[in-house]
């Protein structure tokens, strides 16, 4: 069965630090894979997608997020937070060509230091 | 456009009891997932709706779970009797797209459901 690990459960940083989220998904296939974000009180939202061609991808507030075939990863990274990156966020992969369903991993809380 | 609308927000339950969770997805869109997640857990796949036929309903944890969604609008979830390991926030997530690969999802806010 598919599934997503996510190495980071709680990551707190300073404001203008790098970050980067691990992700990890167990399929051979081909794969759909994104990121969501929830921020405190709002909805989970898509922070970014990939699902072909430039295996590095770049979503909205500065986020990017590179997929490594061969590694099955698609790491979430940003060259410089900020106090508003504040949030939880989840990696998630669809299986192409077996089902329409989108895995997801347990999330990482992102609580950045002002 | 509105979103996706979920109602309740919060419900408190007895275990036993029968509690109804509804999804109004984003008006248009065939396909209607719903997740849960269990504090600290992940945001666990249940079922996936396409129009008003159930495409995929391999997470549904037992038959104490029914998913309803009549002429492929509005869902039902509904919990009888619950239990107290059905503690949770049930997502409601919509998209218009029908093929794999394409399905980017528009969640709603969550109902949180506490069984006591």
């Known amino acids: 069965a598919q599934s997503v690990s996510q190495h980071n459960h709680h990551v707190i940083l300073s404001e203008a630090a790098s970050l980067e989220l691990g992700c990890n998904y167990s399929?051979?296939?081909?794969?759909?894979l994104f990121w969501y974000v929830q921020y405190p009180g709002q909805h989970l939202q898509l922070l970014l997608k990939?699902?072909?061609?430039?295996?590095l991808v770049k979503g909205i507030k500065g986020f990017e997020a590179e997929f490594i075939k061969s590694k099955f990863s698609f790491n979430l990274r940003k060259p410089s937070v900020q106090w508003s990156d504040t949030a939880e966020y989840f990696c998630?992969?669809?299986?192409?060509?077996?089902?329409?369903?989108?895995?997801f991993g347990k999330g990482t809380r992102l609580h950045i230091l002002p | 456009e509105a979103g996706v609308t979920q109602f309740p927000s919060h419900s408190v339950i007895e275990k036993g009891q029968t509690v109804t969770l509804r999804c109004d997805p984003i008006?248009?869109?065939?396909?209607l997932y719903w997740y849960r997640r269990v504090m600290g857990k992940e945001i666990k796949f249940l079922l996936h709706?396409?129009?008003?036929?159930?495409?995929?309903e391999s997470g549904m944890p037992n038959n104490r779970f029914l998913a309803e969604r009549t002429g492929g609008t509005y869902s039902t979830l509904k919990v009888q009797p619950a239990e107290l390991e059905d503690s949770g926030v049930y997502f409601c997530?919509?998209?218009?797209?029908?093929?794999?690969?394409?399905?980017?999802?528009?969640f709603g806010a969550g109902s949180r459901l506490t069984v006591l």
């Open positions: 998630a992969v669809n299986a192409m060509n077996r089902d329409d369903k989108i895995i």
């Open positions: 997530a919509s998209s218009p797209q029908l093929f794999s690969g394409a399905n980017v999802l528009t």
């Open positions: 990939y699902f072909s061609g430039d295996p």
């Open positions: 008006s248009g869109h065939d396909n």
């Open positions: 709706f396409v129009k008003e036929s159930k495409q995929d």
């Open positions: 399929y051979g296939g081909t794969v759909n």
